[in-house]
Nanobody, 124 residues
Framework: QVQLVASGGGLVQAGGSLRLSCTDS????????RGWFRQAPGKEREFVSA????????YYADFVKGRFTISSDTAKNTVYLQMNNLKPEDTAVYYC?????????????????WGQGTQVTVSS
């Protein structure tokens, strides 16, 4: 059984930075694209970013472009989300995801695996 374990969330002031990590627990996933979603209180879950397994192609939601960077370490089966210039509206639970799909990842909402989420709170 595979579990995605996310970490790195916390409380930060506006303008600050956090780096989220997500790694496999149990069986490791090979040739899986990785990504991040978030859900703020009272709002629907939304796509944040993804990285394809074959060529490391990256995808970003418009509201994080230029501020967030996704990367992966395939040797460690870990995906990272570097979040800079955080804003109060970035406050949400962030979920890491994994799927065998490799294209149009920003249009994929039914990812195969979901992590437990890590809370990010940005104070103004």
């Amino acid at each position: 059984q595979v579990q995605l374990v996310a970490s790195g969330g916390g409380l930060v002031q506006a303008g600050g930075s956090l780096r989220l990590s997500c790694t496999d627990s149990g069986r490791t996933l090979s040739r899986y694209s990785r990504g991040w979603f978030r859900q703020a209180p009272g709002k629907e879950r939304e796509f944040v970013s993804a990285i394809g397994w074959s060529d490391d192609s990256t995808y970003y939601a418009d509201f994080v472009k230029g501020r967030f960077t996704i990367s992966s370490d395939t040797a460690k089966n870990t995906v990272y989300l570097q979040m800079n210039n955080l804003k109060p509206e970035d406050t949400a639970v962030y979920y890491c995801v994994a799927d065998q799909a490799n294209w149009y990842l920003d249009r994929l909402y039914e990812w195969e695996y979901w992590g437990q989420g890590t809370q990010v709170t940005v104070s103004s």
